[in-house]
């Protein structure tokens, strides 16, 4: 778990916050690969277990490179503490499954990443916890979702995959009223654009997999926030065992050392993709936090530094148009990842949330005609060029 010490600037704390140098005074830090750690004598081995001493016993509980990482998240988000776990989707599952008791229930907005929903609505009803979704221009209704079992307020923000912005403020508002936990999924816009604890989150969660990595290298999840919430949450996986390896972490930790200059880019670019879409010929509407057409424009300036790296839009003849869009680019990535140094396009109507029916995805605000961008930093004029052939072939 991570401790909360004094902040320096966030790009110095991300390069300079690192492990105690060893006796070899290295400067990068090692690669502790490593499944178990020793004891020097029975009684150094009994207060570790009991946890009178906090100190690495084994890797699925600790590791000086999860612990390092984890420390940086911690700092960069003002949190008080944190835990790592393998996957994005292990945090989010290790998360609730933690805080949640049979009869309990959430209330989530519904423009939520697929395998989330799946959690939501397939298997933790065999538990008997349940879920309430609230559309995400429709918060007003929120208060009238929750009720005496209700336990968890949970949300995205920007919205996946239709870029849509929730008023953390908002949130934080009606969690203090309700006495509930909230929840915020922060992978889009990392702890670099937005610090959803400063408006009242209890807990935030990376899928560390996309900008946090931003190479597509690796895969990492992680969760930050309250001290005795993740004291929960880590007793659960301490037991359960989503724990990430300490190479993904030595990866992950090196790459926030490059996350503001990597999504300075990648949020420059955004924009530039941004504009050159909305004024396309191919285009019904494009939907991007920073740009004054945005719906929410004024709160995503109020609770973010810049716009993020995803740019959604409706191409014009529905699914079959997507297909073709896909199929005609040239140079960028089809792929399920995001957060990449490479652009990456998805339709998912037809692909990600293909299994949904058409009201299920309009209740998502996904139409038949909506792609995602996950603009990267090659040269802005070559992201243009491949997009703009391949909507002519569409």
């Known amino acids: 778990m991570g401790r909360k010490y004094s902040q ?36 150094d081995m009994r207060a570790s277990f009991t946890e009178e001493k906090q100190r690495n016993i084994y890797s699925r509980f600790s590791n000086p490179n999860t612990s390092e990482f984890v420390d940086k998240i911690v700092a960069m988000e003002g949190a008080e503490a944190g835990l790592t776990f393998a996957t994005g989707m292990a945090a989010v599952f290790s998360t609730f499954a933690a805080l949640l008791n049979s009869g309990d229930h959430i209330v989530s907005c519904q423009s939520v990443f697929g395998s989330t929903h799946t959690i ?12 309430s979704y609230f559309k995400v221009n429709e918060t007003d209704k929120i208060e009238s979702l929750i009720q005496p079992n209700t336990k968890i307020l949970y949300s995205e923000t920007p919205t996946n995959p239709s870029v849509d912005i929730i008023d953390l403020e908002e949130l934080g508002r009606i969690r203090k009223r309700h006495n509930l936990i909230l929840i915020i999924d922060n992978c889009f816009a990392t702890p670099y654009l937005q610090k959803p ?3 009242g989150t209890d807990l935030v969660i990376h899928s560390a997999t996309k900008l946090i990595d931003g190479q597509g290298r690796v895969l990492g999840g992680v969760t930050v926030g309250r001290e005795d ?26 790459s926030l050392e490059t996350l503001a200059i990597r999504v300075d880019k990648h949020c420059e670019n955004a924009m530039q993709i941004a ?9 019904n509407m494009v939907r991007y936090p920073f740009l004054n057409s945005h719906p929410k424009y004024q709160i995503a300036k109020k609770q973010m530094k810049l716009g993020g790296v995803i740019v959604a839009f409706e191409i014009k003849g529905g699914i ?3 297909r073709n869009f896909l199929n005609a680019l040239k140079m960028c990535s089809l792929s399920a990842n995001l957060g ?16 949904l029916d058409l009201q299920e995805r309009l209740d998502a605000d996904i139409t038949d005609g909506l792609v995602r961008i996950s603009v990267g930093i090659e040269d802005i004029e070559d992201i243009k060029a491949d997009i703009d052939q391949a909507l002519k072939c569409s």
């Open 8 to 43: 320096k600037k966030f790009e110095t704390d991300a390069i300079r916050r690192q492990l105690k140098k060893t006796d070899f005074l290295e400067h990068s830090v090692p690669l502790y690969i490593t499944s178990s750690f020793v004891f020097e004598d029975s009684e």
């Open 120 to 131: 939501f609505t397939k298997i933790f009803p065999k538990w008997n916890i349940s879920t």
């Open 197 to 199: 604890i400063e408006f």
């Open 229 to 254: 919430l993740i004291r929960e949450i880590y007793l659960f996986s301490r037991n359960t065992g989503p724990s990430l390896s300490p190479f993904n972490a030595w990866i992950l930790s090196k």
């Open 275 to 283: 504009t050159f879409l909305e004024a396309h010929p191919s285009t």
């Open 320 to 322: 079959q148009a997507g």
């Open 340 to 355: 990449d140094t490479r652009t990456i396009v998805t339709h998912p109507a037809s692909t990600t949330h293909s299994k």
